[in-house]
């Protein structure tokens, strides 16, 4: 057996027969039907852009103990492990996607990862510390053209309309506040309509280069996690609700804004992800999910391991670490374990419309 994967291509091609399923880019056997998969984003999605810019630890994860359950080395993502999108690419049949900004990769026939730790929507977010995402949409319509240039203008065409864009940000827009209705100001209201407009400009500017398929996340129960609860003195377990309500502010007015979209745009197909609500339950209910720990991080200081020091490079050099990462919901104060991103990314791939509304990312994918 030479090659395991001209064989698998061989199958595939008998399976869709009448279809050349094997056009050579390299060495490497492309099925047509493929759905490539772009990510847009902040530290949830990042497979290591943040390595690649003048940036602090704060907005990095390339030390140890970041890595050491799945790759055995620090890659950048803020886990012990795979992030969503790693897991979403497996399913969907495509390699792992690389961090757009890794040094020569010039491959982006399955995707490419845009997506940058402490990013937001509005490029005043963390100025010049991170990848902001107009930044990743320029990113995205340079690599659109370059495609065009390796495969031509059809199925360059063809290749972005049948892609997944799965885009995340919005948290790091926000500042985590404490104090009871916050969300009702008028001032609130108007940066939540600033942070999502800004969001579907960027949704516009994808499906302008070709994009047409996309999988947006809402964000998460920000009360719920380990950081916010080390913020307040209260009972374990409890989340801080005050904290969750801008998020849901945001929440409500995204999904209505993708309603719009829809309506507006030439074959605009959407999954909304209400990652608010599972987030919300597995950090409640982790023994439903299969995990025991969902209150504590498994790596920080302080109460809750909410003091964000995980691998003593930021502001706090002391940090605990747990032995086993797969009990926990959390790997450091703010960002999930590999086994919550696996947990996750099952419900957004195949759960129903309570997980992903009108569509999960499965039905997406084969769209
Ligand atoms: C990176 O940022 C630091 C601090 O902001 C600055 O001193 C340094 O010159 C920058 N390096 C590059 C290569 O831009
Ligand atoms: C917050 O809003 C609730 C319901 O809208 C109201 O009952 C409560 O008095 C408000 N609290 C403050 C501090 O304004
Ligand atoms: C995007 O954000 C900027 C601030 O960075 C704001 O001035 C602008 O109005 C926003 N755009 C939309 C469409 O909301
Ligand atoms: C939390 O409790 C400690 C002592 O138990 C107190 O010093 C601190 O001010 C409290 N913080 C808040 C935010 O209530
Ligand atoms: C972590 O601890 C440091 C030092 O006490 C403090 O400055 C910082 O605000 C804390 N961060 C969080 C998220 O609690
Ligand atoms: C979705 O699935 C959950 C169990 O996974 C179930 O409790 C719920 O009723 C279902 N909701 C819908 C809208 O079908």
Request: with cysteine; aromatic share 10%.
């Amino acid at each position: 057996m030479r090659s395991p994967k001209l064989s698998l291509c061989f199958l595939v091609f008998l399976a869709s027969y009448g279809i050349s399923c094997c056009l050579s880019l390299g060495d490497v056997c492309r099925p047509k039907e493929h759905a490539a998969l772009f990510v847009f984003g902040d530290s949830l999605f990042d497979v290591g852009n943040n390595n690649y810019i003048n940036t602090t630890a704060d907005y990095q994860a390339n030390y140890s103990p970041y890595g050491e359950t799945f790759f055995k080395y620090p890659t950048g993502r803020f886990s012990d492990g795979r992030v969503l999108p790693d897991f979403i690419a497996e399913y969907a049949k495509l390699p792992l996607i690389p961090p757009y900004l890794f040094p020569g990769n010039q491959r982006y026939v399955d995707g490419v990862n845009f997506a940058s730790a402490g990013a937001g929507a509005l490029v005043e977010t963390q100025q010049g510390l991170v990848i902001d995402l107009k930044t990743q949409l320029s990113y995205f319509r340079k690599v659109s053209k370059e495609l065009r240039q390796q495969l031509g203008n059809a199925e360059t065409t063809a290749l972005l309309a049948k892609a997944v864009y799965l885009i995340n940000i919005g948290v790091n827009d926000y500042e985590i506040s404490l104090s009871e209705n916050s969300s009702n100001s008028h001032t609130a209201k108007k940066h939540v309509e600033m942070v999502v407009g800004n969001l579907t400009s960027v949704i516009k500017g994808i499906h302008e280069a070709g994009g047409r398929k996309f999988a947006v996340f809402n964000l998460p129960a920000v009360g719920c996690v380990p950081l916010v609860k080390g913020l307040v003195n209260g009972s374990k377990g409890s989340c801080v609700e005050e904290a969750s309500a801008l998020p849901k502010l945001h929440n409500s007015v995204l999904e209505m804004e993708l309603g719009k979209l829809k309506k507006e745009l030439e074959g605009f197909k959407y999954s909304y992800v209400d990652y608010f609500s599972i987030s919300f339950d597995v950090i409640n209910n982790p023994s439903k999910y299969g995990l025991k720990e969902g209150d504590v991080a498994s790596c920080g200081s302080r109460k809750h391991r909410g003091n964000n020091s995980c691998g003593g490079r930021r502001a706090v050099k002391d940090y605990e670490l747990c032995e086993n990462p797969n009990q926990y919901v959390f790997f450091d104060s703010l960002h999930p374990t590999q086994a919550t991103h696996h947990i996750v990314s099952q419900l957004v791939w195949s759960g129903n419309q309570s997980i992903a509304t009108p569509c999960n990312l499965k039905s997406l994918f084969q769209s």
